[in-house]
């Protein structure tokens, strides 16, 4: 049998080229270096995270699953009557986010997800960004995805805001005159002081910083960085953090998941 | 040898001149944005690569200026520098040792380098210590302000060219 042409499967493949190259092309650093903030931590850093009865993250993993359970709001219904058990529904979610929503016309974190759920589907007043409630369900729903790789949603949609998280993680900022990029790509493998610069990768968030005490989301560390550098952070939940978010995940893309992690 | 030892030498000098070139004009600008804002802005005169007079009329004091590298919030040069007097586990290696620098360059020079690395480099990640930030969303305590004051400056100045060794 004379064999088929196999333009079809070529085609394809060439279609998905500029899909790909959206998420993972357009961000400088290439996926053969990318490290997680884990790879640099000491050796108690990283046995602290990899243990969970050791993990502080856990306790908020356990506080999370308890609240999937509650019914809440002026409809009544828990996460748990819409999503079933979370270990099936959730799982593959959290490395796909920031995704696009199309009520809003724009990208939604993890954490504006579940509470565009309080507010359409349970009819729940929002939660604050940094409290308790919602670091405890977003390191519960991230939980169920860790150990898979991060994949940045391919949604052309997302294209502008990616491109413009770019542009902020590009711009020197704050009274020390400095980019996210002249440290987190151009210098990622150096040391600030005793601290190890790292890449900025997102694939722990919700994480326990030992210099926190405490659990924190993505947004919190970002703004301690713009605090470093002398810039005035952006309020949370702001669309700049979500942009700066869909560009870190792109320069995650295949990455584990860790949540939560442990950092210093 | 001797000739690719001068050749290199000459291809060096040319491109020195042309960073001072670019040098002098990206100075000649903050000079301007420093006469508008006299009171909290050093005001200082750049020949080649150097700025020769003090910012100050008092004397740099070196051993405040030592204290003042190894300050990890006022100066934060041992963020990025070592070879400075601090813990080895607590110094940087995003930029060059300092072990040395008073043998290496002048006075002069040492000073361009704190009021504006990025006369020589605009690429550095070295901030202008004597300048006002040209960053995106400088925050409120900071915006128009200088990282370090002209005494702190001369201090910094005074503790660095002591450094022969």
Redesign the interface.
Known sequence: MRPRPRAPAVIAALLSIPALLAVSGAVALEQGDRRSGIAFASPQTQAMQADDTANPGMLWVMDGAQLWRRPDGAAGKACQECHGDAAQSMKGVAPRYPDFDAGLGRPVDLSGRINLCRVRHQRAAPLAHEGSEMLALTAFVAFQSRGLPMAPAADARLAPFRAEGRRLFEQRMGQLDLSCANCHDDHWSARLGGSPVTQAQPNAYPLYRLEWQALGSLQRRMRNCMAGVRAEPFAYDAADYIDLELYLAARAAGLPMETPGVRP | MRAAALTAGLLAGLLLAWLLLAGFLLVGFLLVAARADAQTLVGYTVEGDAIGAPLTGAPGDAARGAGLVAD?TLS?C???HSGLEAPA??????APSLAGIGARLSEGQIRLRIVNMKALNPES?M??YGGS???????????G?P?LSGEEIEDIVAYLSSLKG
């Open positions: 990890r934060l041992v963020l990025c586990h607590m110094q940087g290696n995003l990640i901030p202008a930030s040209p960053g995106a969303r400088v925050a409120n305590a900071w915006r302000k990282i």
